[in-house]
């Protein structure tokens, strides 16, 4: 868990960036499935980032004052109430949340638009997430427009609107080391549910069959869910970059590619792993996989402190395009398979993003106009992959065979740490699993 003390530090960090100014951020809404059920309540991270506090309705406001070096955090959220309690769950309440949670202040969510008017009075600057959300964006236009109907009694309205992301997107890149700790015991329980999957997965079986053991896997070790909906993909599948549907039935002779990791205390992890459903690679199912595998090694070790965003991509790209021109997938120098991006047929993605609270985390990858160096405390994932579809020009064998082989690193002082370096991705490491199943 991070200690509650880390998310006042937070705060405390972004009320110095914004100097004066007040910061306006809302917890994700409840979203309705059908009729009376609701979707599983999920918060927004942002918010989460800022506050450690779960429960929806609530919004979080910093005032900041840098003439006197100070800040004041303020909650917003549901009042105690004992009957909804009974039938929903457990709710803090103002009084209970202000201590828990160190704010300096505590309201009822429904005083919100009473008291925000006051708030921006004479402040010079409103910090909220423009333009995420059209209602919000109207509620705090509507906000700064009651204080500039104030003018004649000499209160000014603040003058601008800033997108708070551009500072919080900064502060999320950086992984503490609590975050860290957190962010490898999601690996932990990720890695042991992709090893479940492998030893479980049988010819016959319908890919639902093989995602309920990760999420049996997920839930077992307490994680709240899938960090994303788990892709898990037999045989042509497997060149569906986003597939999801999760219902084939596996046969003997395909290879299996699971994309799935859990989210634990807010924090995902992202893991993808390629093996065969009868436990043993072909051929060129072998070829491709050890290319893939050659490429994602190749990005891995440009994970360093001062090499650019870019440089694992590249190592990626270079490699693979060698495997393909090897393999006859495409045609002429690897340079020329480079520069015209024949090899785009074949992989056609980026090799990582970063990771954090978002599977997709927050953090500007260019900074003006060039791609940004790697710095400690970053986390991304390393995801080089070959996707395979029938066409005239690809020799058959190969058709349908897809692979992508996907790990999570953070960046370190001396180089990176891999925080899925357990879940098995030899060839040797996976037949050897797999060997083991119990019939």
């Known amino acids: 868990m991070i200690p509650i003390k880390s998310f006042r530090e937070r705060r405390l960090a972004l009320a110095s960036q914004m100097q004066s100014g007040v910061a306006i951020v809302p917890t994700a809404p409840e979203r309705v499935r059908n009729r009376d059920a609701h979707f599983p309540y999920r918060f927004d991270s942002y918010f989460y980032y800022l506050t450690g506090f779960r429960e929806p309705e609530a919004v979080l406001v910093i005032v900041a004052d840098a003439e006197k070096s100070q800040s004041t955090h303020i ?219 050659a490429a994602q090694a190749a990005a891995i070790s440009e994970v360093r402190p001062g090499n650019p965003w870019e440089a694992p991509h590249t190592a990626a790209v270079r490699v693979l395009a060698q495997g393909f021109v090897d393999l006859g997938l495409c045609r002429g120098s690897v340079e020329e398979v480079t520069e015209t991006e024949d090899y785009k047929r074949f992989y056609m993605h980026r090799t990582g993003h970063w990771l954090g609270l978002d599977v997709h985390d927050a953090g500007e990858y260019k900074q003006d106009g060039a791609w940004r160096p790697l710095q400690p405390g970053m986390t991304l994932t390393v995801e080089p992959g070959c996707y395979i579809r029938p066409a005239e020009n690809v020799p058959q064998h190969f058709w349908n065979i897809g692979v992508r082989i996907e790990d999570d690193v953070a960046v370190t002082e001396s180089g990176c740490e891999v925080l899925t370096s357990a879940a098995p991705k030899s060839v040797a490491e996976i037949e050897g699993l797999m060997q083991h199943r119990q019939a």
């Open 75 to 293: 909650l917003f959220c549901r009042e105690k109430d004992t009957e909804r309690e009974i039938w929903n769950g457990f709710r803090h309440g103002p009084e209970a949340a202000r201590e828990a949670f160190e704010f300096d202040e505590a309201h009822p969510i429904s005083t919100l638009d009473e008291i925000l008017p006051k708030l921006l009075a004479d402040q010079p600057a409103v910090y909220c997430a423009l333009g995420e959300d059209g209602g919000w964006d109207t509620r705090v236009i509507g906000w700064v427009n009651r204080v500039r109907q104030q003018s004649r009694g000499g209160i000014s309205a603040p003058a601008v609107i800033r997108d708070i992301r551009l500072l919080l997107d900064e502060m999320r890149l950086f992984k503490s080391e609590d975050e860290l700790q957190v962010m490898r015991h999601a690996a932990r329980i990720s890695t042991d549910a992709h090893r479940r999957a492998m030893q479980s997965v049988r010819p016959g079986m319908r890919e639902y069959e093989v995602e309920a053991e990760l999420l049996h896997e997920f839930r077992r070790h307490g994680a709240e869910a899938p960090a994303y909906t788990p892709i898990v993909a037999g045989g042509a599948n497997a060149c569906i970059l986003h597939y999801v549907e999760n219902s084939a039935r596996l046969a003997s002779g395909d290879l299996l590619l699971i994309d799935a990791g859990c989210e634990l205390n807010g924090y995902a992890a992202d893991i993808t792993r390629t093996f065969p459903v009868d436990g043993k690679f072909g051929p060129a199912q072998k070829d491709v996989y050890q290319l893939v595998l």
